[in-house]
């Protein structure tokens, strides 16, 4: 069901960290072939508007909605019929991603370099955002809380949200978002949402769109967030620039690490609801214990005839991107997880918290049997949209500073230029650009 790759011995010694990224198990992400698909759909929105995305929604989800932009009354519905369980499970893990999140703001900071020369950095929030909650083999409120939490906190004044027509909805909601994602944007006081998924989502975002009689019904944004397909993640890359991005987001992933003392029957359940996804997922074990292995594939086994997507879950298990990984050592297996730089990562070793405190390269650290990736999904409090495909080792996951800019503010008196203008002067003759030092001598030429 699941493939084992050996690294003891020479086999892990013998490779850079380079040759180690690319020996691991890894989801095949072929954004740039993508490219070539998602730049005519994306050209298709720009040039017809409201009509271009309406029959993109038609050609890939297979339903029309009656109009792009879900009516408020419909997103106020889809609250009021929200069961109670499922209100208080929201409700619960926006609390807890607002204790976590707002923690994170930032306050301006004043440096006095000099006397009289002072450097203010500023955080100013961007203006206007586009938030992708996908919503193809399973549906994401989650998504909802995850992004717009620290959108809000952060101050964006303005927030959009887009997520896919439901072909399968019923009611009023036919045609549009999932009623749960539309009651998410309801509780918290979103009320501007798109049925929209796609590439065109993000080509929409980035151009903003017309209605045939030249009227706005969607401003263009400034930054776009949120996961996606590989079709998204190319749009993105297609329209950086024209927006601003979080990340290129891949198929989802989790690693465990773990020796002798963990639980078999919680690594492979962890393993498992990640693979619940979709059939790319990625679930990798890494360990220095063959018996654990011999007896995590032996549950997951009988813990994957049991579950519910089981079709969906064999496939992502079987993959190339999944597998168990052999090493000789706790030390070996730092190694190989720091290269492998997992978006989930879980440790279920000896002084759980002690080796995670080793990790340099992961997007977020579930430590001990009582931390499983989905905790982070739902209600840590943690942010679940994280770098994929081996980017957590340069990149962070969503947070309030992925909808900040900083900008320097910088104030110095007469006295305090003076003091430092011969420096400039310097400087800009090495570079020959004697103007950047004239624009400094001009301020002391007597008249």
Known sequence: MINRLDL????????????????????????????DIVRPICEQVHAGGVQAVLDLD??????????????????????????????????????????????????????????????????????????????????????????????????????????????????????????????????????????????????????????????????????VTGPGNVYVAAAKRLLLGTIGIDAEAGPTEIAILADETADPALVAADLISQAEHDELAASVLVTDSEALATKVEQELEERVAATKHVERVRAALGGPQSGIVLVDGLDEGVRVVDAYAAEHLEIQTRDAAGVAARIRNAGAIFVGDYAPVSLGDYAAGSNHVLPTGGCACHSGGLSVQSFLRGIHVIDYSRDALADIADTVVTLADAE????????????FETT
């Open 8 to 35: 003891r011995g020479a086999a892990l010694s013998d490779l850079d960290a380079r040759a180690l990224r690319s020996t691991l198990p890894r989801a095949e992400l072929d954004v740039e072939a993508a490219l």
């Open 58 to 223: 038609e050609k890939f989800d297979g339903v029309r909605p009656q109009s792009l932009r879900v009516p408020a009354e419909v997103v106020a519905a889809a609250l009021e019929q929200l069961k109670p369980a499922l209100r208080d499970a929201l409700d619960e893990s926006i609390r807890r991603a607002r204790i976590v999140h707002e923690a994170q703001r930032r306050t301006d900071s004043v440096t006095e370099v000099v006397s009289g020369g002072t450097v203010t950095e500023r955080h100013v929030p961007v203006e206007r955002v586009g938030l992708y909650v996908p919503g193809g083999q399973a549906v994401y409120p989650s998504s909802v809380v995850m992004n717009v939490v620290p959108a809000q906190i952060a101050g964006v004044g303005s927030l959009a949200v887009a997520s896919p027509p439901q072909r399968s909805n019923t009611g009023d909601f036919v045609g549009y978002p999932d009623p749960t994602i539309l009651a998410a944007c309801a509780l918290l006081g979103v009320d501007e949402v798109y049925a929209v998924g796609g590439a065109q989502a993000i080509a929409m975002f980035a151009y903003g769109v017309l209605d045939e009689s030249g009227e706005t019904v969607c401003e263009p944004v400034n930054l």
């Open 432 to 443: 020959d650009l004697p103007a950047h030092g004239a624009a400094v001598t001009a301020r």
